[in-house]
């Protein structure tokens, strides 16, 4: 069974600080996606990652994806307030027909 | 440019009805896909509609279904609804079949059953 999961779950960060969030998947894959959602709304596309070693960078948000690892990080550079948001990592797998498996999330939240 | 239109917004049922949700994935998208969203499984694969045929299920019991129409709207149905089918329903379109760059979500149905 494939998964993917996420850590932390939870994060709690001052502003101004730098953390990074991790995502391992299981399986075989060359593309991984994250996208925020901000409570009670939609998900928002942040990046995607399209082949092994890419990296991404908007803002204070830099993702990049390790292929043989499989492993994908979301780094934030001194945060702040507007951050908080739960972030998800998706992966997409080859010959499962076109779907994300998502992540468990991550909730972060800023404070001031 | 609109982007993916999920109608209603909010919806409350009683156990045993059943339901139909409504997509309009953005204009010229031929790919739509289905996700549910609950606290406890997180965010699981419904299905995914390309040309008005389903080309990909995931596992939910036969009590949701959805189909496709020729403008590319979509609509899900849940049959015999149950308190556990409580959830945030995604809906989410891309220009092709297939995940490729990623899909644009709507906002969604939160549909409350009780």
């Known amino acids: 069974e494939l998964k993917v999961e996420q850590n932390p779950l939870f994060l709690s960060m001052q502003e101004g600080k730098n953390y990074t969030i991790y995502c391992n998947y299981s399986?075989?894959?060359?593309?991984l996606y994250w996208y925020r959602q901000d409570p009670g709304k939609s998900l928002e596309s942040l990046f995607v990652?399209?082949?092994?070693?890419a990296v991404k960078q908007e803002g204070r948000l830099m993702a990049s994806l390790d292929t043989k690892a499989r492993l994908s990080t979301l780094h934030i550079t001194a945060a702040v307030h507007d951050l908080s948001a739960t972030y998800f990592c998706a992966v997409d797998v080859a010959n499962t027909g076109n779907q994300f498996y998502f992540g468990t999330g991550t909730s972060l939240t800023v404070i001031p | 440019k609109a982007g993916v239109t999920q109608t209603p917004r909010y919806l409350i049922k009683t156990r045993g009805q059943q339901v139909t949700l409504s997509c309009s994935p953005i204009?010229?998208?031929?790919?739509v896909s289905w996700y549910q969203q609950t606290p406890g499984q997180g965010l699981q694969f419904l299905f995914e509609?390309?040309?008005?045929?389903?080309?990909n299920k995931g596992n939910f019991p036969g009590r949701f279904s959805g189909r496709q129409f020729s403008n590319s709207r979509s609509e899900m149905n849940v049959s015999t609804l149950e308190l556990g089918d409580s959830a945030l329903y995604l809906c989410?379109?891309?220009?092709?079949?297939?995940?490729?760059?990623?899909?644009?979500f709507g906002s969604g149905t939160r549909l409350t059953v009780v």
């Open positions: 509609y390309f040309s008005e045929t389903q080309r």
């Open positions: 990652l399209l082949s092994n070693g």
């Open positions: 204009s010229g998208h031929r790919s």
């Open positions: 989410a379109s891309s220009l092709k079949l297939g995940t490729g760059r990623g899909y644009t």
């Open positions: 399986t075989t894959s060359d593309r």
